[in-house]
């Protein structure tokens, strides 16, 4: 190739490559914030779940084994650590 095209190429990168940065850095952006988000939704499940469901579970005291209920608690332990992914 003459150099003239090779200074051509160069300068027309050159010319497209913010446009390719700010797209890779509003593309990471909003994969950090989705990540962001994500994570926040499972702390609130990790939390919130376990917790409602000890409270609805109280008035069942007397009607249900406690093995049973501690099972439904498992459950929901359960259901809330695969939310996290663990």
Do not use: E, K, Y
Request: positive net charge.
């Amino acid at each position: 190739m003459p150099s003239g095209a090779d200074d051509d190429h160069v300068a027309s990168i050159i010319a497209v490559a913010p446009t390719i940065i700010r797209q890779r850095t509003a593309r990471t952006f909003a994969a950090d914030q989705a990540r962001v988000v994500t994570a926040r939704r499972t702390w609130i499940a990790a939390v919130v779940l376990p917790i409602a469901a000890v409270a609805a579970l109280v008035p069942l005291r007397d009607h249900v084994a406690r093995t049973n209920l501690a099972l439904l608690l498992v459950i929901v332990v359960l259901a809330a650590a695969m939310l996290g992914g663990r």
